[in-house]
């Protein structure tokens, strides 16, 4: 996950840096790239949670199955990770490096609390820590965002929660094969493939704009480009 946010801060900033001086379409580009970085990050983390029994079964065994519950919420905070950073650059093009520190000082304070409230509880209480400060620190991105753009805070949400919501229906799927006695490797490979298939359809279906910036910046690459010729 953190080589998704450092690639993603590096293609994002110097992007956005182009048309810095048209909020329009500064604005237009930040909210693609919202949605992009959404489309594949809710599906690719709800899939992982929904999918971790099995996971960690396949992976390392039984015995590490206790585990499970700390690599949910693990997965459920990485979510919001990506996106906040997206926002972070956004401040930095716009010349707001004071939102960045505010930002970022708020954060430390409210990690550092939220740490050690949750050392009381042993690891369960740390990573459920880690989970409220990404959620603390998606939401409070949203927050600065809207007070220094012509953006507001349900605005931006419509850019995320249907990549999450649809993540979530596509899983289900996964769910109901946890209920078998089939082999983890066997659940894991028909939960994954069915909820990808389920996921690819209902983008398909609703004709998502970002599905087909994405898919069409996929077709360019050129081992997609070998395949199409064959």
Not at 1 to 25: C, F, K, S, W
Not at 119 to 137: H, P, Q
Request: glycine share 6%.
């Amino acid at each position: 996950m953190r080589v998704v946010q450092e690639v993603m801060g590096n293609v994002t900033y110097p992007i956005l840096a182009t048309v810095q001086h048209d909020q329009g379409r500064l604005l237009g580009v930040y909210r693609q790239y919202i949605r992009l970085t959404a489309l594949v990050i809710e599906w690719s983390m709800i899939t992982m949670a929904a999918n971790s029994r099995f996971l960690v079964a396949v992976l390392y065994g039984d015995l590490w199955l206790p585990c499970v519950f700390f690599v949910q919420l693990l997965c459920l905070g990485m979510m919001f990770d990506p996106l906040s950073n997206i926002n972070s650059n956004l401040y930095s093009v716009l010349g707001r490096t004071d939102i960045t520190l505010k930002k970022e000082s708020i954060l430390r304070v409210f990690g550092v609390c939220a740490m050690l409230a949750g050392a009381w509880f042993s690891v369960a209480g740390i990573c459920i820590a880690g989970l409220l400060t990404s959620l603390f620190a998606f939401s409070l991105s949203l927050y600065l965002t809207s007070t220094i753009c012509a953006l507001t805070m349900r605005q931006q949400l419509r850019d995320f929660v249907p990549y999450l919501l649809i993540s979530i229906l596509v899983n289900l799927p996964s769910v109901l094969l946890a209920q078998t006695e089939w082999a983890p490797l066997a659940i894991l490979a028909l939960g994954g493939g069915s909820s990808l298939a389920l996921y690819i359809l209902i983008l398909y279906l609703r004709r998502d704009a970002a599905g087909r910036c994405l898919w069409n910046f996929l077709k360019e690459q050129p081992v997609l480009k070998k395949l199409s010729f064959k």
